[in-house]
T-cell receptor, first 113, second 116 residues
Framework: AQSVAQPEDQVNVAEGNPLTVKCTYS??????LFWYVQYPNRGLQFLLK??????LVKGSYGFEAEFNKSQTSFHLKKPSALVSDSALYFC???????????FGRGTSLIVHP | EPEVTQTPSHQVTQMGQEVILRCVPI?????FYWYRQILGQKVEFLVS????????KSEIFDDQFSVERPDGSNFTLKIRSTKLEDSAMYFC??????????????FGEGSRLTVL
C-alpha cells in the first residue's frame, strides 16, 4: 500500500521569507512523487514531480522540492514566499507499477504581507 | 490551454436521491479518474477508467457508484442513492497516453455535493 503524510494542516509564513511544506511517504519500490496546488475555487494543478535523477527538482512558480530517500520525504520549498502563494498544497505518491497516485490531506499555506 | 471541466459546481440533494456528476476531460486524454475529498480529509481515489471500462476502483466505490462515458466526451459519476456521508468535493481528472507520461493528472475544479 502507498500512503502520504502531510503533518501540518497549516503553514504560516511572512512574505519574502522562505517556506517549507512537509511531506513524507510510504510506497513499495521506487516512488513517483508529486506536488499539486489548489487555489480557491479551482482544481488541483500540477506543480512538480520527482521520478528519478537529481534529488532537488524545480517546478512552477519558483517552487522546488527535495527528495530524501533515507527519510522518505519530499518537502516543498520556496526561497521567498509571495502572498499569491497562499493556497492548499497536496503531496502525492505512486509506485512504478501503478498510475493511481495517493494524495495527502493537504496543507494550507498562508503567506502574510 | 485545454482543461478538464466539471458540472455542476455545487449540487444539493436529499438523502436517497440519485445524482450525476459530469466531467469533460481534455480531448486527447485516454485515462480518466474520479477522486473525492470529504471536508478536512484526504483526497481519496474512487475509480479509474480506460478504454470504456473500469481499470481500478477503491473500496469506497461500491455498488451505489457507477461511471460511464456515454458519448465519447463526457465522463460521468452516478451515485444511485445518496447518503449523508457522500457529501464531499468530487474531482474528475484525466491524463494523456504514452510511455513518456509520468503520471501527473489534470484535474477539474470539482463538484461539491451536499446531501441533506
Amino acid at each position: 500500500a502507498q500512503s502520504v503524510a502531510q503533518p501540518e494542516d497549516q503553514v504560516n509564513v511572512a512574505e519574502g521569507n522562505p517556506l517549507t511544506v512537509k511531506c513524507t511517504y510510504s510506497v513499495s519500490g521506487n516512488p513517483y512523487l508529486f506536488w499539486y496546488v489548489q487555489y480557491p475555487n479551482r482544481g488541483l494543478q500540477f506543480l512538480l514531480k520527482y521520478i528519478t535523477g537529481d534529488n532537488l527538482v524545480k517546478g512552477s512558480y519558483g517552487f522546488e522540492a527535495e527528495f530524501n530517500k533515507s527519510q522518505t520525504s519530499f518537502h516543498l520549498k520556496k526561497p521567498s514566499a509571495l502572498v499569491s502563494d497562499s493556497a492548499l498544497y497536496f503531496c502525492a505518491v505512486r509506485s512504478g507499477g501503478s498510475y493511481i497516485p495517493t494524495f495527502g490531506r493537504g496543507t494550507s499555506l498562508i503567506v502574510h504581507p | 490551454e485545454p482543461e478538464v471541466t466539471q458540472t455542476p459546481s455545487h449540487q444539493v440533494t436529499q438523502m436517497g436521491q440519485e445524482v450525476i456528476l459530469r466531467c469533460v476531460p481534455i480531448s486527447n486524454h485516454l485515462y480518466f479518474y474520479w477522486y473525492r475529498q470529504i471536508l478536512g480529509q484526504k483526497v481519496e481515489f474512487l475509480v479509474s477508467f480506460y478504454n470504456n471500462e473500469i481499470s481500478e476502483k477503491s473500496e469506497i466505490f461500491d455498488d451505489q457508484f457507477s461511471v460511464e462515458r456515454p458519448d465519447g466526451s463526457n465522463f460521468t459519476l452516478k451515485i444511485r442513492s445518496t447518503k449523508l456521508e457522500d457529501s464531499a468535493m468530487y474531482f474528475c481528472a484525466s491524463r494523456p497516453p504514452g510511455v513518456a507520461n509520468t503520471g501527473e493528472l489534470f484535474f477539474g475544479e470539482g463538484s461539491r455535493l451536499t446531501v441533506l
